[in-house]
């Protein structure tokens, strides 16, 4: 694992000044906020306000059109020098990156590797851990998401839920200081969505990772994060404390929308 860098009294997680264009479309503009170490931060709001996409441009899935972004007080993908916006080399972008896990809408595992495969493959290739390492540790992981019985399956003899709990366990295998989750429970059936959830509770229960969290579940959002967001078309409406935003909004826009999905 490489050494943190992280300044101890910078935000864990900074967007600053942030644009992110697709095309003409502006999905985020001049954007800015921070995550501190530690902070659970759930970001609601109608598809295609740009939740998704702030959870892509930490994870370097894409590129920022303009704006910066520090994670642990190192850039991620540009950086500021001398009042020019320079590119940041790829090394120090890998190394900063490894700090960050992300648990997809799509579980997005690997279909011709069995569960404890699929959990062990970045620990021996990317942290360098001997395979007898990386699967004591896998163990441990799927005991802790309930899955320990199913470590020689492959994922399509799964079911959605026992999908998503495994792609929980890979991301926790890297040790992650950040932890992001896409909609993790959007693409399960109803009663699928609680076992993951419950997982998830307990996680932030039992550690300090920071996560940043997008998410319908509105009850789960209540329940895990320090702050919530209120995204609409790319910027923040509202922010506050859980129980403030769900039970007394001030925005108008934040009153309709979760009078619409509560």
């Known amino acids: 694992m490489p050494e943190n860098t992280a300044h101890p009294e910078s935000p864990h997680i900074e967007f600053r000044d942030v644009v992110k264009r697709f095309g003409d479309n502006t999905v985020l503009n001049d954007l800015n906020f921070t995550v501190s170490k530690g902070e659970r931060v759930t970001l609601i709001g109608p598809s295609g306000s740009g939740k998704t996409t702030i959870l892509r441009l930490v994870m370097t899935l894409e590129e920022l ?6 994670v642990g007080g190192e850039p991620l993908q540009y950086d500021e020098k001398g009042g020019k916006r320079l590119r940041v080399d790829d090394k120090q972008r ?25 959990i062990i493959e970045a620990p021996v290739h990317v942290m360098g851990l001997s395979k007898a390492e990386a699967v004591t540790k896998a163990e441990g992981l799927l005991e802790k998401v309930g899955m320990g019985e199913k470590r020689d399956f492959n994922p399509s003899q799964l079911s959605g839920g026992q999908q998503q709990r495994v792609a929980i366990a890979r991301a926790l ?20 969505v609680g076992e993951v959830l419950g997982v998830l509770k307990d996680i932030a229960a039992e550690t300090d990772i920071s996560m940043l969290i997008v998410t319908h579940e509105m009850q789960f959002a209540k329940e895990v994060s320090d702050r919530v967001m209120m995204f609409d078309q790319g910027s923040i409406v509202e922010e506050g404390k859980p129980d403030l935003i769900f039970s007394e909004p001030e925005n108008q826009r934040t009153r309709d929308f979760l009078r619409a999905v509560l």
């Open 94 to 118: 890998r190394r900063t990156t490894t700090q960050i896990g992300m648990v997809f809408q799509h579980f997005n595992l690997f279909p011709n590797m069995s569960v404890l495969e699929n």
């Open 65 to 70: 059109t303009g704006g910066y972004i520090h």
């Open 173 to 192: 295998a890297m040790d992650p200081e950040i932890l992001l989750l896409d909609e993790v429970t959007s693409a399960l059936d109803p009663e699928l």
